[in-house]
Nanobody, 124 residues
């Protein structure tokens, strides 16, 4: 599975962005998908995960109520709708895939596949 993230950009605090992660490969629907992010000078951290069929989602506390993940298995794409953005959301966002769901930054080393990342910058 190859992952290509897009949709990053510059937005003012309080604004919205939607990230997309397009996957190649016929087995996309087998994988839990999600996003990690890495801010300058910080470690990569877990943001959100969605199970293979979209039946369950897991969010980091820092984004609950503001971010929404969804997927379209027919289009091999996962989406991250980010609302009420804050300057502390500024980071490179990486999509990731694993056969099993993941719930925290502790799963970082376990991911089967990574996208290259897309930069989100939130100005104050």
């Amino acid at each position: 599975v190859q992952l290509q993230a897009s949709g990053g950009g510059l937005v003012q605090a309080g604004g919205s962005l939607r990230l997309s992660c397009a996957a190649s490969g016929r087995t996309f629907s087998n994988y839990a998908m999600g996003w990690f992010r890495q801010a300058p000078g910080k470690e990569r951290e877990f943001v959100v995960c969605i199970t293979w069929n979209g039946g369950s989602t897991y969010y980091a506390d820092s984004v609950k109520g503001r971010f929404t993940i969804s997927r379209d298995n027919a289009k091999n794409t996962v989406y991250l709708q980010m609302n009420s953005l804050k300057p502390e959301d500024t980071a490179v966002y990486y999509c990731a895939a694993d056969l099993r769901p993941f719930y925290s930054s502790n799963y970082y080393g376990r991911m089967d596949y990574w996208g290259k990342g897309t930069l989100v910058t939130v100005s104050s």
